[in-house]
């Protein structure tokens, strides 16, 4: 992914915390290919063309949240996946990663909206069917951590 990365469906209008959430899986996912810095990772998707329409505390709390808790949040989920770690696809990691981080530390958002927007994230820009496999890990995920909030849905 680059600078230059354009949405998957650039006529589907986007919410700034959707770009935020957009951003940061770029962000994630340069750093998991990569093991660069945070904040040079940071400064470099500051720069990319529709960043100023992004929610920048969103962004912010996103990237540095998931990277700085990464062991905990692959921790939580670990159990609901079905192979190794280091066999994720990137793209469903750094999902997985923003979904769970997003889970456990922003209460305020509910879970179906959490995990809805990572499956957009994978679909826009992961694999045929990894939208499907970060849906599933995700919801289960939510029992575990939004345990009262999932319960009250059912």
């Known amino acids: 992914m ?5 949405h998957a469906n650039p006529s589907k209008s986007r919410s700034p915390r959707h770009r935020a959430r ?13 093991n660069e810095d945070s904040g040079v990772i940071d400064a470099h998707i500051r720069e990319a063309h529709g ?25 939580a989920f670990m159990p609901f996946i079905d192979r190794g770690i280091a066999e994720l696809s990137p793209i469903e990691h750094a999902a997985l990663l923003i979904g769970a ?11 179906r909206v ?4 990572a ?3 994978t679909k826009s820009f992961g694999g045929q069917d990894g939208h499907k496999y970060v849906n ?5 995920l939510a029992t575990r ?3 009262a909030e999932v319960d009250a849905k059912k």
């Open 2 to 6: 680059t600078s230059s990365t354009q």
């Open 22 to 34: 957009e951003f940061a899986l770029q962000g994630i996912y340069q750093w998991l290919l990569n």
């Open 51 to 75: 960043f100023d329409k992004a929610d920048r505390e969103h962004f912010d709390a996103l990237l540095h949240g998931a990277i700085n808790q990464s062991i905990e949040l692959r921790e």
């Open 101 to 111: 981080y997003e889970m456990k530390n922003h209460i305020e958002i509910p879970y």
């Open 114 to 117: 959490i995990i809805n927007e």
């Open 119 to 121: 499956v957009e994230l």
């Open 136 to 140: 599933g890990v995700l919801d289960k």
């Open 145 to 147: 951590l939004r345990t």
